[in-house]
């Protein structure tokens, strides 16, 4: 097979993590002999230095005619301040929306060699494996704002067709899995989420009666995440929620560094990326935990490519570098832990 990839790899520890993920599709690649030809542009911080826009004009046109986008992070301390009017974070957020990417996928898999990196017990975190799907161009996010010296307003927004299109995706997922959905919200409060609720119910009633729902409020959610993590299976819910609720289910498996992630559209163009952000504390130290960019290399070779004996032949050897104690430091190593170059290579190895 042949694809175009495009290489975002964005700022701080971004081009560190990536190139280990690159690494790995380029050993896939030779190996089922595809053909997948790499193409670098600038996003970020970096690309706001270079060219005073978080995403320019070529790197937008590059991402419109890709099969797909691996992405690093975005973000450097200089342009830390929220209030300043060019940030890193627009290039991401305008990337999602000009290409319609409006599903957000981030799988919660606890890999049981690392259960201690975890803040629960393990007797928790067995049979842990949750899809969450975050919807990732409407609501809070992108709707209209006001500020004035005394006030400020950001307005949420749902359509019915907004919330069908990620409920249908959640139960045909939920189908292939364990034949449960979750949808969470906050309807006894929020009119979008009366309206979200009003949307799921016949569609799962109609389409999907053989997949058992359930919603839960986002608040309820919170909580039963930590203590019946295993019970959940598919988990749909809006922009906001499903960001919050995501940096949360990281500590199921322990560490940010462990969570990959894919953000559909219509077609099988998708952007993946590490749910982690650019880390500047530890950028350009060679010392990043690469195996969440790596995972998301696979999620990009199952939902945008189709392949998906290879994707998971890259998620069995993370799991078996893991399971043979190679941690990077944020998995509390108890010796010398591995750099991200070390992580990449028994990675590389065990494909
Ligand atoms: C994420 C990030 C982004 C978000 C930021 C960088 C805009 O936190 O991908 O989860 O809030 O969506
Ligand atoms: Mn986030």
Request: net charge negative; proline share 6%; aromatic share 4%.
């Amino acid at each position: 097979m042949k694809a175009l990839i495009a290489l975002m790899a964005g700022d701080g520890i971004g081009p560190e993590v990536t190139a280990e993920a690159v690494r790995c599709l380029n050993v896939v690649a030779r190996q089922h002999g595809h053909d997948f030809a790499f193409e670098a542009a600038p996003v970020g911080a970096i690309a706001i230095e270079t060219t005073g826009s978080p995403l320019p004009e070529p790197t937008l046109a590059l991402a419109k005619r890709c099969d797909a986008i691996l992405f690093g992070a975005i973000g450097t301390p200089k342009y830390a301040d929220p209030t300043l009017k060019v940030r890193p974070e627009q290039g991401l957020l305008k990337l999602r929306q000009e290409l319609g990417l409006y599903a957000n996928l981030r799988p919660v898999t606890c890999f049981p060699s690392v259960y201690d990196v975890s803040p629960l017990k393990p007797e928790l975190l067995a049979g842990v494996d949750i899809m969450v799907i975050r919807e990732l161009t409407g609501g809070i996010y992108f709707g209209e704002k006001t500020r004035t010296e005394t006030s400020a307003t950001d307005i949420c927004t749902y359509t019915v067709a907004e919330v069908e299109r990620i409920v249908r995706l959640g139960a045909t997922l939920a189908r292939a899995r364990r034949g449960k959905l979750c949808s969470v919200d906050k309807a006894n409060v929020l009119e979008t989420s009366r309206l979200w609720r009003s949307v799921v119910q016949p569609i799962m009633k109609d389409e999907f009666p053989d997949v058992a729902l359930e919603h839960m409020y986002i608040d309820a959610a919170a909580m039963h995440l930590l203590r019946r993590p295993s019970d959940f299976d598919v988990v749909i819910t809006e922009n906001m929620f499903g960001d919050i609720l995501t940096d949360e289910a990281s500590m199921l498996p322990g560490s940010l560094g462990l969570c990959p992630s894919a953000s559909l559209g219509t077609g099988t163009r998708g952007l993946y990326e590490p749910i982690h952000g650019s880390a500047p504390d530890i950028a350009g130290r060679g010392i990043a935990n690469p195996y969440a960019t790596i995972l998301s290399a696979a999620m990009l070779l199952r939902h945008s490519l189709g392949l998906e004996s290879e994707a998971r032949q890259i998620e069995a050897a993370v799991a078996s570098a893991l399971a043979d104690g190679v941690r990077t430091a944020d998995l509390k190593p108890t010796g010398q832990p591995a750099n991200t170059r070390e992580a990449g290579d028994a990675v590389v190895a065990r494909l």
